[in-house]
């Protein structure tokens, strides 16, 4: 074969391949000019968007030696107490005690997870099981609505003329009909405790979740403003006008003294 016979078979061979190439672009372009036009009928994820709250939460393996572990137990006043090991939770509130990691988020806003610490596996686990928040803050509700009745002041005898004294724990009558609002959270202990302390002396309280109500939260800021103070903890207490941060007996017995005198601020 001569040398012009070769090279004019080679440019024959690449001619044709090339011809081969134009034919499959122009099918895979004919392909896509007749295909369904594919789009988003959705916002996709951006990292923006909020995720509906899980009902359940991932498997926690509870042992006696978790590492970063907190146990939230019940005492039988409605009282919360925290430890860090499960020996050291008292038989008293081992059956229902509330577990979080403190590396860990899962557990802490509107699932917990509530382990039993009288049920030990044989691999050393305890029994873990999950419950709502919601269920969670009923149940110190409940306990500490169980000790009030039990421990409540029996109703005051009736005076000589058939009348009831002027209240328990001697409350002033000046006081009759004032009730004082006392603004905090379910898990907050001194905003219970000034509750019972209020009742306790006969006065009305009325406690406002400043968690639960965001109308409420916006009151109590206007009250701390108008009052020229800033909140920083809670109980925020409402004494007739008389706006108290944190809860303290001598602060609030002086503010009941005030408000039986008729000062209001």
């Known amino acids: 074969?001569?040398?012009?016979?070769?090279?004019?078979?080679r440019r024959g061979a690449a001619g044709g391949a090339r011809a081969a190439r134009a034919r499959l672009a122009a099918l895979l372009l004919a392909l896509l000019a007749a295909a369904p036009a594919v789009g988003c009928t959705e916002k996709g994820d951006d990292g923006?968007?909020?995720?509906?709250?899980?009902?359940?939460?991932?498997?926690?393996?509870?042992?006696?030696d978790t590492a970063n572990l907190m146990l939230t137990?019940?005492?039988?006043?409605?009282?919360?107490?925290?430890?860090?090991?499960p020996a050291d939770v008292p038989p008293e509130g081992r059956s229902l005690v509330r577990a979080m990691l403190s590396d860990r988020t899962e557990g802490t806003r509107d699932v917990f997870y509530i382990a039993d610490l009288t049920q030990r596996r044989p691999d050393g686990t305890y029994a873990v099981r999950?419950?709502?928040?919601?269920?969670?803050?009923?149940?110190?509700?409940?306990?500490?609505?169980?000790h009030l009745a039990k421990?409540?002041?029996p109703p005051a005898a009736p005076g000589p003329g058939g009348?009831?004294?002027?209240?328990?724990?001697?409350?002033?009558?000046?006081?009759?009909?004032?009730?004082?609002?006392i603004y905090g959270a379910s898990w907050c202990k001194p905003c219970h405790q000034a509750a019972d302390y209020l009742r306790a002396k006969g006065v009305a309280a009325i406690v406002k979740d400043i968690e639960e109500d965001p109308a409420?939260?916006?009151?109590?800021?206007?009250?701390?403003?108008?009052?020229?103070?800033?909140?920083?903890?809670?109980?925020i207490i409402d004494v007739r006008g008389q706006i108290l941060v944190g809860f303290s007996p001598a602060a609030i017995d002086a503010a009941l003294a005030r408000a039986a005198r008729g000062a209001t601020l």
């Open 1 to 9: 074969m001569t040398r012009a016979a070769a090279g004019g078979g």
């Open 48 to 64: 923006t968007t909020p995720k509906p709250a899980s009902a359940e939460l991932p498997p926690l393996e509870l042992r006696d």
């Open 73 to 85: 137990w019940i005492d039988e006043k409605g009282d919360t107490h925290v430890e860090l090991r």
């Open 130 to 146: 999950t419950m709502p928040r919601r269920a969670w803050e009923s149940l110190l509700e409940k306990r500490r609505a169980e």
């Open 151 to 153: 421990t409540a002041p």
């Open 163 to 181: 009348s009831a004294g002027a209240g328990a724990s001697g409350a002033p009558s000046q006081l009759a009909g004032l009730t004082v609002i």
């Open 216 to 235: 409420a939260a916006a009151e109590m800021q206007d009250k701390l403003a108008k009052s020229h103070q800033r909140g920083g903890s809670i109980p």
